[in-house]
């Protein structure tokens, strides 16, 4: 079964340093979505992107994030200068279309950890 | 906005004993519900959906009814197995803006012994 693969599982970084975060959707999925997990917390919506462009974003999406699909099979979530506080758990989702009875598959997570 | 509660655990049962983990939703829209599972090292997996009012979902033994006029999404199984321990996540999708999301609950984790 096709799935969404995300790169690297864990990625240690400095305050302050800039972090790309890397995930493959499903071949043939067109909605993209990133979601975090503070260790302990809930699952907590970032953005959705459809069509190259941001559809929706959360208000933790602030001007410190970005997100791109350089290249029409990589999704990236790139945050430019981290603090303590981005430290989670970065998830990658895809759906095939959009609606809300579409499940969307999730990759297995990329842990952040900010020093 | 749309929020979901769900139960707080850790919730620990022996093999072969039901399960219960309540959920309930507040959602402005017509959501579709959704239990997501994360076992230990990996993502959230899709357990089970319902779409509407009365819907059942079912999968792997856990089922769940989709309860318009409780507002709830409560995850069952009549008998547990050690693979079961997971954390286990409800969630609603709705229209907010111009795309879907997902609403999480907080998680309950689920450890069953043998």
């Known amino acids: 079964e096709p799935e969404v693969t995300q790169t690297p599982s864990h990625q240690v970084t400095q305050m302050g340093q800039e972090v790309i975060l890397r995930c493959v959707p499903i071949s043939n999925h067109l909605y993209f979505y990133w979601y975090r997990q503070i260790l302990g917390q809930k699952v907590e919506f970032l953005v959705s992107f459809y069509n190259n462009e941001i559809s929706e974003k959360s208000e933790i999406f602030d001007d410190q994030f970005s997100v791109e699909r350089p290249d029409g099979s990589n999704f990236t979530l790139k945050i430019r200068s981290t603090k303590l506080e981005d430290s989670a758990m970065y998830f990658c989702?895809?759906?095939?279309?959009?609606?809300?009875?579409?499940?969307?598959?999730f990759g297995d997570g990329t842990r952040l950890s900010i020093l | 906005g749309n929020s979901v509660t769900q139960m707080e655990g850790p919730v620990t049962l022996s093999e072969e004993a039901f399960l219960t983990i309540n959920c309930t939703y507040t959602?402005?829209?017509?959501?579709?519900l959704f239990w997501y599972v994360q076992y230990p090292g990996e993502g959230l997996q899709l357990l089970l959906k319902?779409?509407?009012?009365?819907d059942k979902g079912s999968n792997k033994g856990f089922e769940a009814t989709y309860r318009k006029e409780t507002t709830s999404f409560h995850l069952e199984k009549g008998s547990v197995q050690v693979s079961d321990s997971a954390v286990y996540f409800c969630?609603?999708?709705?229209?907010?803006?111009?795309?879907?999301?997902?609403?999480f609950g907080k998680g309950t984790l689920l450890t069953v012994n043998p």
């Open positions: 959602a402005t829209g017509y959501p579709s």
């Open positions: 969630a609603l999708s709705d229209l907010v803006g111009s795309n879907y999301k997902l609403t």
């Open positions: 319902a779409t509407k009012a009365d």
């Open positions: 989702a895809s759906t095939r279309t959009g609606g809300t009875n579409q499940p969307q598959h």
